[in-house]
């Protein structure tokens, strides 16, 4: 449905009113496509499930700036590196003061060094100074500017500002989409729930093995991705769309695997077991 609140128009972006929809979530679809993210999160992702919705078989972005790449820090006022301080920095130009903390804000930057990123909450935006105080301060420890010093916000409505973008305010159990084509009735919205298509479970142990199962021909596609699968820091994760434990002789052919949140196929304590034309 057209947006009607005032208090959302108002935040939306000029350019997007009257092109933004905004549809109201079972407490169920809040919960999984909005689950609450922790003051920073990189090696302990305590979070069931990241954000994604797809249309049409594409990855849609939430709602960013800038919509690309990344803005920079200036000064920084507090490091933050003792405890009981968090960090603190000057942000450049006038953009951050569009946005509404108590909301919920969250930059995902390069904070410490160049080579790893996380998210991180903003505490408050002081308009007056021009800065940005975060809730925590980064895995790595206290803010430094001899890394890559960049970052961007993301999931604010007051930056739902181009086709494709959409905004979740998991609070009011409503999202907000700027549809990336038209009419929106013939897109088809996918927000994923699904993590393992295929399960063979058997037990090695105790030579209760599942043997010669053959998936042929399947598309697996837009399937749900959790943190906790094994994936923190730089892990590659041990769920499959496909998992396979204590199978022999399994054989997965002919098969596509598409925007899926996890490995392909995993197989676990098995043996002879193969992945042709896939």
Known sequence: ???TDAAALKRIPKQARGRVRAYRLTPEQAAKLGPEWP?????????????????????????RWPNAEYTTFGEIVEPGKEAGKTPEFKYL????????????????????????????KVKAIDRKAKTIRLRARNTLGGLEDRGACRYFAVNLLEEL????EWYLDAAAG???????????????????????????????????????VSI???T?????????????????????TVHMVGCKGAVVANCRFVNIGKQAVVAIDSSGCRVLRC
């Open 39 to 63: 003051d920073t999160w990189f090696l302990e992702r305590n979070v069931s499930s990241p954000n994604e919705l797809f249309a049409d078989g594409k990855r849609l972005s939430l709602a």
């Open 174 to 212: 409503k999202l907000y989409y700027w549809p990336a084509s038209t009419p929106i009735e013939k897109s088809r919205i996918v927000a994923p729930v699904t993590g393992r298509v295929f399960e063979l479970l058997g037990d090695a142990e105790k030579d209760a093995l599942v043997q010669y």
């Open 161 to 164: 500002d181009a086709p494709g």
């Open 220 to 240: 697996s596609q837009e399937t749900d991705y959790s943190p906790n699968d094994g994936n923190e820091g730089y892990k590659m994760g041990h769920e499959g």
């Open 93 to 120: 130009g006038d953009r951050a003061e569009r946005w509404n903390a108590a909301a919920g804000v969250w930059l995902y930057g390069y904070w410490r060094r160049g080579y790893r990123a996380e998210f991180v």
């Open 216 to 218: 042929d021909g399947f």
């Open 1 to 3: 449905n057209p947006v």
